[in-house]
């Protein structure tokens, strides 16, 4: 196993801010403080070389757990081990073999050029000349960064920028991935390279991937194994088509309209999820989706049209009234 | 490969980067200089009042007293270029998960984090303050003596470390407060009291200032070029210097692991 | 020119030189805030070792310095590196959309800082006042309001000069440069790096028609009871005569600074 999780628990002291000017004052001399348990006895393994997405919403524990398991965070109680090591001894031998990167977050070396930074890397991970040489040729090509490598990281675009943290991340060739919403505020076509990206490089080299998001459509491409966490407790952990199909039966159509149309005529296609003005949401089962919007589009004045999955909120929802 | 060596290449790529940004504005760094040399000069012509009322202050004749000077400005300088463009930082590191992103990698974090910036805005200063030091060790009458330097170098190396002691203890705080980008004007006005020797100042405050380690900076240095010095300051320095340095290690370590909820 | 022009819009686009110009005020604000107090103890020093200079004991020092730390709190200016840090960001174009002259969104903002930080450091002062031996303000009613209109004199000549050298911004980048050179060459004639008693009779004479004294050395004298009416009322003199002088410049800059900053900037 390249990674094991037993009985984590991750709790923080909080101070809690009431509002109210005689409050606050009080607050200066006397604190109050709620425990939070941001992780609450979560266990999981993940054999090596699989890719596992780690789903749930903002707040919901992914991120810590991400940071007990590359040592950033010491567990309350439970036992972490990956690759055989205990993270937060923060082993320089550990580190060597894994890789953090996170969305939207600057790297230390951001006003380096980005070739400049890749040489730091390479410092700092002790990669012989030769290796260094194979693996940025590789990256280089396989995420098109000839055209960046003079440019200072921090000038970059978000999706550059993001290319050029996963290069990075990957001249040392780690065994482990970890990745924290790494499509965050990515365009579609930023989100689209990195996922196939990973793809590609989880089909080359075999590391083992640890992915958080909070969107589908990260997981979606790339794990077929999903956690789906939500307030520190882990409600799945399985196959994403059997999550998907048992829990997120309904894709959701979007229509602007010409003009407006009488209610009563959704009920033909599907049930309206909301209703604004000149744009209506149907929702519709999963099988016949394509279907309907035929239909729709045949029968209807539409203007435009966007079919997407629920909201992952509601996927999870879903994922525990089902318990 | 040995182990100082990645750190080594590592700060070369980043100074080299420092610098040559750095030198895209010309016209900021020619009136840098200027701003430097107006300021010695000034602090030299303030001090001279003094001198229209006695020969010398606390045993301290006008030329005396420039070497000093000469002194705190290089200290000063070398705190903006080397220490205090990494200090003003790490209130950023952690806002910005920076600080996570550099634990996951198999490097000390703390010399990065002191190291990884060189302001060279004002790399004149550390220069200019030792022309001033020599221009006070001549008019002095006793000039360079060749045997003065090694105490000197010592007593020098140990002002230097203690201020990156000071600024890591500061870095360690700035890490537990998330920022108090403040903390950078503590280190300013540390510096500021070695401006002049400390027994300028008489007692209580000099004693304060001997203890506090302020007069390592400047004054003690200055009289190794003087021929002035206690001798057992030969060994007080250099021993005050590690376990300032030490002492400051282990606060940024336990700041470390308060960040990294150990203890919680 | 040209080289100031592309030199001016390359650095309001980089963030490194605000930076810059922070440091500067940071400098320039704690060296004025903890440095008399340095100054002074080395005086205290001379007149132990050497006996009163020029008649001034420690009592003397002691009550000049801290009047001296009070006028620096209420009449330093960071006026000059808030227009520096807009200009170059671009700030200064939202400020003149206001209806209000950037002039006074700039004093209103430091009025309300500045009240802040009095009310932090008078409690302090009136204790020092009350407590440490040798601080001797020997003021009757009269007195008492000729140095408040001497304080806020200071205030306003301090606020004009700053701001006029604050425009210098439309043309140069190095305004606060060179308004840290003119406070530096002033500091001697203000009364800042010692009293002006204690400078050669050139300067001290200079200091009488100067702008600087009006800033601190004027309100200072003043509360320590050294001067007598006829001083009193040239002081005044003086510090309205630089008043209007600097006002008069500021209009006349500012109009042509504006015209500047919206043919390039805008």
């Known amino acids: 196993m390249s990674i094991e999780v037993h009985g984590l628990v991750k709790h923080f002291r909080v101070h809690q801010r009431k509002p109210g000017l005689r409050t606050s004052l009080r607050g200066l001399v006397r604190r109050e403080y709620v425990e939070v348990r941001a992780v609450d006895d979560v266990s999981f393994s993940v054999a090596a070389g699989e890719v596992v997405g780690f789903l749930g919403p903002n707040g919901a524990g992914k991120t810590t757990t991400l940071k007990c398991l590359t040592g950033l965070l010491h567990p309350s109680e439970g036992t972490v081990r990956v690759l055989g090591h205990t993270p937060q001894r923060r082993e320089s031998s550990f580190l060597r073999q894994i890789s953090l990167v996170m969305g939207q977050r600057n790297s230390l070396f951001w006003d380096l050029p980005a070739l400049d930074a890749f040489e730091v890397n390479r410092a700092m991970y002790r990669i012989g000349e030769p290796a260094f040489r194979a693996a940025l040729d590789e990256l280089i090509a396989l995420l098109n960064l000839e055209p960046l490598l003079g440019k200072q990281v921090r000038v970059l675009s978000l999706g550059e920028r993001m290319r050029c943290e996963l290069a990075g991340a990957l001249l040392h060739i780690p065994a482990v991935l970890f990745l924290d919403e790494p499509t965050l505020g990515l365009d579609v076509n930023g989100q689209a390279a990195v996922r196939s990206f990973l793809r590609d490089y989880n089909a080359r080299r075999g590391a083992t991937v640890l992915l958080t998001s909070h969107y589908m459509g990260d997981v979606t491409a790339l794990a077929k194994r999903v956690l789906v966490i939500d307030r520190g407790t882990l409600r799945f952990d399985g196959n994403l088509a059997v999550l998907v199909e048992a829990h997120s039966p309904h894709r959701l159509i979007r229509l602007s309209l010409q003009r407006p149309v009488p209610v009563d005529t959704w009920s033909a296609y599907g049930e309206v999820d909301s209703v604004e003005g000149a744009v209506v949401t149907l929702r519709v089962p999963r099988a016949e989706t394509t279907a309907v919007a035929g239909r729709l589009l045949a029968d209807l004045p539409v203007v435009d049209v966007g079919i997407e999955d629920l909201p992952i909120e509601d996927v999870i929802r879903a994922v525990f009234a089902g318990e | ?228 010095l206690n001798p057992v300051l030969l060994l007080v320095a250099p021993a005050v210097a590690a376990g300032s340095v030490a002492l400051a290690t282990l606060t940024w370590r336990r700041s470390l692991r308060s960040y990294s909820g150990a203890s919680a | 020119m040209n080289d100031t022009l592309t030199a001016y819009s390359g650095l309001l686009r980089s963030s490194t030189q605000v930076a810059l110009t922070y440091r500067g005020r940071i400098v320039l604000w704690f060296v004025s805030g903890l440095f008399p107090l340095l100054l002074m103890a080395v005086w205290l020093t001379v007149s132990a070792e050497s006996g009163p200079p020029a008649g001034w004991t420690s009592a003397d020092f002691i009550s000049y310095y801290a009047a001296a730390a009070l006028l620096w709190n209420l009449s330093g200016q960071h006026v000059v590196w808030e227009w520096d840090a807009d200009m170059r960001s671009g700030d200064l174009s939202v400020r003149l959309l206001r209806p209000i002259h950037p002039f006074h969104q700039y004093t209103a903002s430091d009025l309300g800082h500045r009240a802040v930080s009095l009310m932090m450091l008078l409690p302090v002062l009136v204790l020092a006042a009350l407590l440490v031996p040798g601080i001797n303000y020997p003021l009757g009613v009269f007195d008492a309001v000729a140095v408040l209109a001497a304080v806020v004199l200071a205030y306003l000549v301090s606020l004009v000069m700053a701001s006029t050298f604050a425009i210098v911004g439309f043309w140069s980048t190095q305004a606060a440069n060179l308004w840290m050179l003119w406070w530096g060459i002033g500091s001697f004639a203000s009364g800042w790096v010692a009293p002006l008693d204690l400078m050669p009779p050139w300067l001290r004479n200079a200091a009488l028609v100067l702008p600087f004294r009006a800033t601190i050395g004027f309100p200072v004298e003043l509360m320590i009871g050294h001067l007598d009416i006829r001083a009193t009322l040239v002081g005044f003199a003086v510090g309205l005569a630089w008043l209007a002088v600097f006002s008069g410049l500021y209009v006349c800059l500012w109009r042509r600074g504006l015209r500047r900053y919206q043919a390039v900037a805008g």
């Open chain 2, 1 to 228: 490969m040995s182990r100082r060596s990645p750190y080594l290449r590592i700060l070369g790529i980043c100074w080299r980067a420092s610098i040559s940004s750095e030198m895209e504005y010309r016209l900021n760094f020619l009136s840098s200089a200027a701003v430097s040399i107006f300021w010695m000069v000034w602090a030299a012509v303030g001090v001279s009042v003094y001198f229209r009322f006695t020969g010398q202050v606390a045993g301290w004749s006008y030329p005396e007293l420039l070497v000093v000077i000469g002194l705190f400005f290089t200290v000063n300088g070398l705190r903006q270029a080397i220490f205090e463009p990494n200090l003003e930082r790490i209130g950023e590191y952690v806002r910005r998960g920076t600080l996570d992103m550099l634990l996951t990698k198999p490097v000390d974090a703390q010399l990065l984090v002191s190291f990884r910036y060189l302001g060279i805005g004002n790399v004149m200063d550390p220069l200019l303050g030792l022309v001033v030091t020599g221009v006070g060790l001549a008019l002095s009458g006793r000039g360079l003596s060749v045997g003065a330097l090694p105490p000197f170098a010592l007593l020098f190396a140990a002002a230097i470390a203690l201020l990156y002691a000071l600024t890591l203890a500061l870095m360690a705080l700035a890490v537990v407060l998330v920022g108090a980008e403040e903390l950078g004007s503590v280190s300013f006005a540390v510096v500021e009291l070695a401006r002049f020797p400390v027994q300028l100042y008489r007692n209580p405050v000099q004693s304060v200032l001997t203890v506090l380690p302020i007069a390592f900076l400047t004054t003690f240095p200055a009289q190794a070029l003087l021929g002035r």
